[in-house]
């Protein structure tokens, strides 16, 4: 056999067991006891047999193809979450069709009609950001849907996404157990959801603290410029600050620059923490990081959305994942 493709007859006949029987092992279909399932299963391994998975499929009355809709493939934290699903999805036989469009575009209502055509056993919707809501499109499909790093418009929609209360919280937490006081923080626009859920929980926590903020939070945009503008005004009118919590990375190395510029020393006398993990994510610089950070969970969120979905049913309304503290040079 070793030299000739091993067939589902062969299996049977090794098993000592019908050929309808090893087809129902193998696919998972009917009742049959377990030990018969685990002895075909066995025998099938042992001799190297492969199941079509087109057959399968057939067989299961499912095609083990996953939809992907994305807003934005290229964008740096859509391909994560992209490719741990996809790792997962993998893992478990499962294909994948990618269509990539741009939400409230043409392309978005093209995108559908084309996974509708396809026989799909479900669709993964993935956003680029937790910034604003987006359309939902569950009640568009007639198969099950669950949405990645987005916050849908439907608050019922199965959504696994990062929590942007929970990392303002733990920013905080993480340079008060550092015995800094005197924090402020520069983030972007003030009506950016994830920008505002930061705030208020970096701002619940300084509270239970019984302390405020050394300067009223400076709102602006997810840029390095940004950045840099905003610490020359804080440094400024409040010098003595001695923690910046920065809305992201990207804000982060702005404001780093200009308090070196001013001779301070950071950590010494001025710790930076950021959100976004944004060297490994960029660069994987795993055992070169620089700037302390919280990592949101964009891997996770992957893992989550890819095993959930191939769950029986989901469930309804927003789930959030843990983030992390990525300590590094600056906190």
Not at 91 to 102: C, G, P, T
Not at 133 to 152: E, H, K, Q, Y
Not at 178 to 197: K, V, Y
Request: with cysteine; charged share 25%; aromatic share 4%.
């Amino acid at each position: 056999m070793a030299d000739s493709v091993i067939t589902l007859s062969d299996v049977a006949a090794a098993a000592g067991v019908s050929l309808s029987t090893a087809s129902k092992a193998l696919n998972g279909t009917d009742r049959i006891s377990e030990a018969t399932r685990e002895h075909v299963r066995v025998t099938a391994d042992r001799l190297g047999f492969r199941h079509n998975a087109l057959a399968r499929s057939f067989a299961r009355g499912r095609s083990q193809t996953i939809g992907v809709l994305t807003h934005r493939a290229s964008n740096p934290f859509t391909r994560v979450v992209l490719a741990t699903a996809a790792t997962e999805l993998g893992a478990k036989e499962q294909a994948i069709l990618l269509y990539d469009a741009r939400m409230g575009d043409r392309d978005v209502t093209e995108s559908i009609l084309q996974l509708r055509a396809r026989r799909i056993d479900g669709v993964i919707v993935i956003g680029t950001s937790t910034s604003f809501r987006t359309p939902s499109l569950t009640g568009r499909f007639d198969v099950p849907v669950i949405n990645a790093f987005t916050v849908s418009e439907d608050p019922q929609d199965t959504t696994i996404t990062a929590d942007d209360f929970a990392i303002g919280r733990l920013a905080i937490t993480h340079l008060l157990s550092s015995g800094r006081r005197r924090i402020a923080h520069i983030t972007a626009e003030p009506h950016d959801m994830a920008a505002q859920r930061r705030a208020e929980g970096a701002a619940e926590i300084l509270a239970d603290a019984g302390l405020e903020w050394a300067a009223p939070v400076r709102f602006g945009r997810w840029r390095e410029e940004w950045g840099e503008q905003a610490a020359a005004e804080l440094l400024a009118q409040v010098p003595d600050v001695d923690a910046i919590f920065c809305g992201s990375d990207a804000i982060g190395r702005g404001i780093e620059r200009v308090v070196r510029s001013t001779g301070r020393q950071v950590p010494g006398d001025i710790a930076l923490i950021g959100v976004d993990n944004w060297e490994s994510l960029m660069h994987d610089q795993r055992g070169t990081r620089h700037l302390t950070t919280i990592d949101v969970g964009l891997e996770e969120i992957g893992r989550r959305v890819a095993n959930q979905l191939l769950e029986a049913d989901l469930e309804p309304g927003t789930q959030y994942v843990e983030p992390h503290v990525v300590i590094a040079d600056t906190a």
